[in-house]
């Protein structure tokens, strides 16, 4: 009698990896920044201990957000070529997988955040992953072309909650903070959809070159800049702003300024030639000048403490 093997193909199976990417470790990585940066350049100090456990629940709070994100969208990330390999539509974590994932990361990261920091910051990482969630991910995503605009919020809370973890408040400081990433995140998704061609469309996300084309999308990501760079200004003229933050702000705001106005000029046809060159270096340029805006918070408020760069 001759045994036979089965062979098992464990090719779809999950690993480690997968329930990492589960997470959107890119977008968490964000979060980390910003919510450190806003942690960083509050006027309370805090203990290091205390500062590293508060930010691994933001971050974990903000993988939470991903999970539940990927669980509700799996339909949409498999019919987009920027999304379809992700865990749950290539079928390595089921969907239960990662809403369970999801909701225990929740619950995991607002208790233990207000238990190592305090209630108002846990508050506001709760409100964060609702936002997300549900107010964008549930509902504005698929039903109206402001989704990017009014969830755009969900990824400006981190500094506020950073900031909350410091002084346990809200401030004008972590207000204008948030307005900064509010105000940066239309132009930087519409970019983005700008060279995803017909991703969004195949989906069924009424995004705004979706909705109202290509041309009228190239204005607005014109009209936000141009609204955008006040905002950021502004933050020059608060506590934890400065000549170096000023400085910086202005050149940044006019690349980006520059930036928008030569992709409001541009001709689709001459867009598709290129392969939308211009709004990919756009996009690209959107993150660095997110970056270094907080890298300029920070490096100007440590400045500071040695009496250097105040105003």
Do not use: C
């Amino acid at each position: 009698m001759t045994d036979t093997t089965t062979l098992i193909d464990h090719s779809n199976e999950a690993e480690f990896g997968d329930y990492i990417a589960l997470l959107k470790p890119r977008v968490m990585s964000l979060v980390v920044f910003t919510a450190l940066a806003g942690l960083f350049v509050a006027p309370v100090s805090v203990h290091p201990f205390v500062a590293f456990t508060a930010i691994l629940f933001i971050a974990i709070g903000g993988g939470a957000s991903g999970a539940l994100n990927m669980w509700w969208d799996a339909d949409i990330d498999a019919v987009m070529r920027r999304t379809a390999k992700r865990p749950v539509p290539s079928g390595r974590v089921t969907a239960g997988e990662a809403l369970s994932v999801g909701l225990a990361l929740s619950v995991l990261s607002v208790l233990m955040l207000g238990l190592a920091a305090n209630w108002v910051a846990a508050g506001l990482l709760a409100f964060t992953i609702f936002f997300y969630a549900v107010v964008y991910t549930m509902w504005l995503k698929r039903s109206t072309p402001q989704n990017i605009v009014i969830g755009g919020a969900a990824g400006a809370f981190p500094p506020m909650i950073g900031w909350a973890v410091a002084t346990g408040g809200v401030s004008v400081e972590s207000v204008l903070m948030f307005v900064l990433i509010f105000m940066w995140t239309p132009p930087h998704f519409w970019a983005l959809a700008l060279f995803m061609k017909d991703d969004y469309s195949n989906a069924g996300v009424p995004m705004l070159t979706v909705t109202h084309g290509r041309k009228t999308t190239r204005t607005h990501i014109l009209v936000y800049t141009l609204l955008l760079a006040p905002m950021a200004l502004a933050l020059a003229a608060t506590s934890i702003g400065g000549p170096l933050y000023l400085a910086m702000s202005v050149v940044l705001n006019a690349l980006f300024i520059k930036g928008a106005i030569t992709i409001w000029r541009r001709d689709e046809d001459a867009a598709v030639a290129d392969e939308y060159k211009v709004e990919k270096k756009f996009f690209r340029f959107s993150l660095v000048y997110l970056f270094l805006h907080f890298v300029a918070l920070m490096v100007g408020v440590a400045l500071a403490d040695f009496g250097v760069g105040t105003w």
